[in-house]
């Protein structure tokens, strides 16, 4: 056999071992999607009895709202504000939701204040979103958070269901 032949040889046998193991995984991965035990191989969630459960990562843990504003430098919630709830997500990033319901007099004085160079759009990505923004903190946050996110829903009471999401990158 010549030198040629040979080299042909061994890169058609590699392409058929990696073509065998995607193929393996394939199948695993489809077999795997509908067990009811262990990892579902396509989302990373767990499946506990038959039902998917959230990734803690994914869904969040409850916080203190106090901490969650201390990673964005904040005092405290805005004048106005009540029903909060606080979650945080630790990942690759740290991202605080905090949410809360204001009356949009008392939202924009807040936002006049703190982040007076935030522009909130309509059009937003998030369908229940009336209006949104981001803006990135120059110079950071000392509490760590490198931007804050703002979503505004309006509602026909006068007060506005606000999420507010300090994160770090």
Same mark, same amino acid.
């Given at each position: 056999?010549?030198?040629?032949?040979?080299?042909?040889?061994?890169?058609?046998?590699?392409?058929?071992?990696?073509?065998?193991?995607?193929?393996?995984?394939?199948?695993?991965? $489809?077999?795997? @999607?509908?067990?009811?035990?262990?990892?579902?191989? %396509? &989302? /990373?969630? !767990?499946?506990?009895?038959?039902? =998917?459960?959230?990734?803690?990562?994914?869904?969040?843990?409850?916080?203190?709202?106090?901490?969650?504003?201390?990673?964005?430098?904040?005092?405290?919630?805005?004048?106005?504000?009540?029903?909060?709830?606080?979650?945080?997500?630790?990942?690759?990033?740290?991202?605080?939701?905090?949410?809360?319901?204001?009356?949009?007099?008392?939202?924009? $004085?807040?936002? @006049?204040?703190?982040?007076?160079?935030?522009?909130? %759009? &309509? /059009?937003? !990505?998030?369908?229940?979103?009336? =209006?949104?923004?981001?803006?990135?903190?120059?110079?950071?946050?000392?509490?760590?958070?490198?931007?804050?996110?703002?979503?505004?829903?309006?509602?026909?009471?006068?007060?506005?269901?606000?999420?507010?999401?300090?994160?770090?990158?």
């Amino acid at each position: 056999m010549s030198r040629t032949g040979g080299r042909a040889a061994g890169v058609g046998g590699l392409v058929a071992v990696l073509a065998l193991a995607c193929l393996g995984w394939a199948v695993w991965a $489809t077999a795997s @999607a509908g067990s009811d035990d262990g990892e579902d191989a %396509r &989302t /990373g969630g !767990v499946r506990t009895g038959g039902t =998917r459960t959230e990734d803690p990562r994914a869904a969040g843990v409850k916080a203190p709202c106090r901490e969650a504003l201390r990673f964005a430098d904040r005092e405290r919630l805005p004048a106005g504000a009540k029903d909060a709830s606080c979650v945080v997500r630790h990942g690759i990033d740290t991202l605080y939701d905090v949410r809360f319901r204001i009356p949009r007099t008392d939202l924009d $004085t807040w936002l @006049a204040d703190a982040y007076p160079d935030m522009e909130l %759009r &309509t /059009g937003c !990505v998030q369908e229940d979103a009336d =209006r949104c923004g981001v803006l990135n903190l120059d110079p950071y946050a000392e509490g760590g958070a490198v931007a804050v996110e703002l979503t505004v829903r309006d509602g026909s009471d006068g007060l506005a269901l606000v999420h507010y999401r300090p994160f770090n990158t």
